[in-house]
C-alpha cells in the first residue's frame, strides 16, 4: 500500500509538471503545434526521471556485483538497464527544446531513442526479476513515442507552410 502512494505522488508531480511545461512551451511558441509542445513536456520529465533512476539503479548493480562471487548475464542486463536509462532520460531531456519548436529530426532522433529503450522493456518484461516495475516505465514510454509519432506526422505535414520562427533574433 505504501508502494502505490509513493507511486501515485510521484505520478500526480508528474502530470502537475507536464502540465506546467506545456503550458509554457505554448506561450514561448504559439505558432507551433500544441502535441510538439505535450512531446516535449513529456520528453523533459520523464527524461530527467531516467537519468536520475539510470544513475541511481547503476550504483546499486555496482554495489551489489562487487558482492558477488562471479559475473553473470542477469549481471550483464542490470548493468545494460541502468545505462538504457541514463541513455534515453539524456536523449529526452536533450532533444526537448528543438521537440518543443517542432523540428522534425529531432523528434525523429527522439522518437528513435524512445523505439529503441521501448524494446528493450519489451524485451525485459518475459525476465524474472523484474519486480513488476517494467509495466508502469512501459506505459508511461508507449504515451511518450505516441506523443512524438503525431508530432512527426504534424511536423511534416507542416513543413510545407511557411511560419515565423520564435527562436529567430530580429
Request: one cysteine or more; aromatic letters at 8%; charged letters at 10%.
Amino acid at each position: 500500500m505504501e508502494e502505490l502512494a509513493i507511486a501515485l505522488a510521484v505520478l500526480s508531480a508528474s502530470l502537475l509538471t507536464m502540465g506546467f511545461l506545456y503550458r509554457r512551451f505554448g506561450r514561448a511558441a504559439p505558432d507551433v503545434p500544441r502535441i510538439c509542445h505535450a512531446a516535449a513536456a513529456i520528453a523533459l520529465v520523464i527524461g530527467i526521471v531516467n537519468v536520475i533512476t539510470g544513475v541511481a539503479h547503476s550504483v546499486a548493480v555496482a554495489s551489489l556485483a562487487f558482492n558477488e562471487p562471479e559475473y553473470g548475464s542477469l549481471q550483464v542486463l542490470r548493468f545494460t538497464t541502468g545505462l538504457m536509462l541514463v541513455y534515453s532520460g539524456a536523449m529526452a531531456a536533450a532533444l526537448y527544446r528543438a521537440i518543443a519548436l517542432g523540428r522534425g529530426p529531432a523528434i525523429a532522433i527522439a522518437a528513435a531513442a524512445a523505439l529503441l529503450f521501448e524494446i528493450y522493456l519489451l524485451f525485459l518484461l518475459e525476465l524474472p526479476g523484474t519486480g513488476g516495475t517494467v509495466p508502469p516505465m512501459l506505459g508511461g514510454w508507449t504515451v511518450y513515442l505516441m506523443c512524438l509519432a503525431a508530432a512527426g506526422v504534424t511536423s511534416i505535414r507542416n513543413a510545407d507552410r511557411p511560419r515565423v520562427s520564435s527562436d529567430a533574433h530580429p
